[in-house]
């Protein structure tokens, strides 16, 4: 099928998702949206809740596993938006509206090129496709609960926002909840046990900590405190402060030794991990995938962000159209050019790796 006609179709589904709205666990019009695509096109696909999947047509069993996934579930608009987020505008080869960059575009070009090569033979790889829910909240019903549905998955593209640019690994991410304990009293009294100003001590022990191994691609570990929670009264010293710390974990480290490390040296009374399932992620270079982009000419990185990928354990590839840094801002969008670049991008990466020489 024609490149352009896809890529005419796939925008005009994104603008379809973009006024249909897909909060985390609220995606079932976007999903009758892709399904009507693959009906259109005449592709055998399933539905798994919110979780809209096909395999190519010549699937063959012996053959190794590609997944292609990108997720059609959004954020809430923030309060700053000017612009109707429900309302696909186009302005100036911008198409605006909430999900289009995140990850709408990424999306679409995603199921133009799983259409594009559905009826392809001979492929070296299989292809399958997974348009997935509830990404954004990480919740239980999205690709982590297909991955006991679909075959077994050797390789991953997983499409993101990269400038479709080849982000060869992704950091985890741990969240952890902090108690640093004292003595509660009335204001007016002594107490050399107050932990606010204990506080103090691990404060600048969590700004001060360093992780010894640093990774090519990610850097080091970075560990930030974002929450901190204490007192009711003005003359009440409380019995502990609550804490919250945000970790991104490299790829020299499990998300378990993070917690370790942190649960053996941190100075506080408790350090627990609300889950150590979202690790790092990564494809070697050396891959027939990132050495098809090298030779396209696109560049290679490591992305801060966390995505469905955490969920993977094969060799995973993030790599979309649009901005990762205009992902949850006000007046989201992407480029129309962008979802034409990234489609015929996608195609000629896949044209290298699947069709036999």
């Not at 919740?139 to 400038?163: F, R, W």
């Not at 080849?166 to 050399?192: C, I, M, Q, R, Y």
Request: net charge negative.
């Amino acid at each position: 099928m024609a490149i352009q006609e896809l890529t005419n179709d796939a925008i005009a589904l994104l603008k379809q998702l973009i006024e249909t709205p897909s909060f985390s666990s609220e995606e079932d019009q976007t999903a009758a949206h892709i399904e009507a695509w693959f009906k259109k096109y005449d592709i055998d696909y399933k539905r798994n809740q919110n979780n809209v999947w096909a395999v190519n047509k010549h699937f063959d069993a012996s053959k190794p596993n590609m997944l292609l996934n990108s997720h059609h579930d959004t954020v809430k608009p923030n309060t700053a938006y000017t612009k109707d987020p429900f309302k696909a505008i186009v302005e100036d080869d911008k198409l605006y509206g909430l999900g289009s960059n995140d990850a709408g575009g990424c999306l679409v070009s995603l199921i133009a090129t799983f259409t594009h090569f559905y009826n392809h033979k001979d492929l070296k790889y299989n292809l399958i496709l997974v348009a997935s829910a509830e990404e954004e909240s990480s919740g239980p019903n999205g690709l982590n609960s297909m991955l006991k549905i679909i075959p077994k998955i050797d390789v991953a593209i997983v499409g993101e926002p990269t400038q479709m640019n080849l982000a060869v690994a992704e950091k985890g991410l741990v969240v952890f909840d902090v108690k640093v304990k004292g003595t509660a009293s009335h204001a007016a009294h002594p107490n050399d046990d107050n932990p606010i100003y204990k506080l103090i001590e691990t404060l600048q022990w969590f700004k001060d900590v360093k992780f010894e191994k640093t990774s090519e691609a990610l850097g080091d570990v970075k560990l930030t405190v974002t929450q901190i929670n204490a007192g009711k009264q003005h003359n009440v010293v409380p019995a502990d402060v609550e804490l919250v710390i945000d970790v991104r974990v490299n790829d020299k480290y499990t998300n378990a030794e993070i917690a370790e490390f942190l649960q053996k040296n941190a100075p506080c009374s408790s350090i627990v991990p609300r889950s150590l399932h979202l690790n790092s992620s990564s494809i070697p270079v050396e891959h027939p995938l990132v050495q098809a982009g090298i030779a396209m000419g696109r560049t290679m990185y490591g992305s801060p962000t966390l995505s469905d990928q955490a969920w993977l354990s094969c060799k995973s590839l993030k790599l979309g159209p649009g901005d990762s840094p205009r992902s949850h801002s006000a007046d989201e969008f992407i480029y129309l050019h962008e979802i034409e670049e990234g489609i015929k991008i996608y195609v000629e990466l896949l044209n290298r790796v699947l069709i036999p020489v």
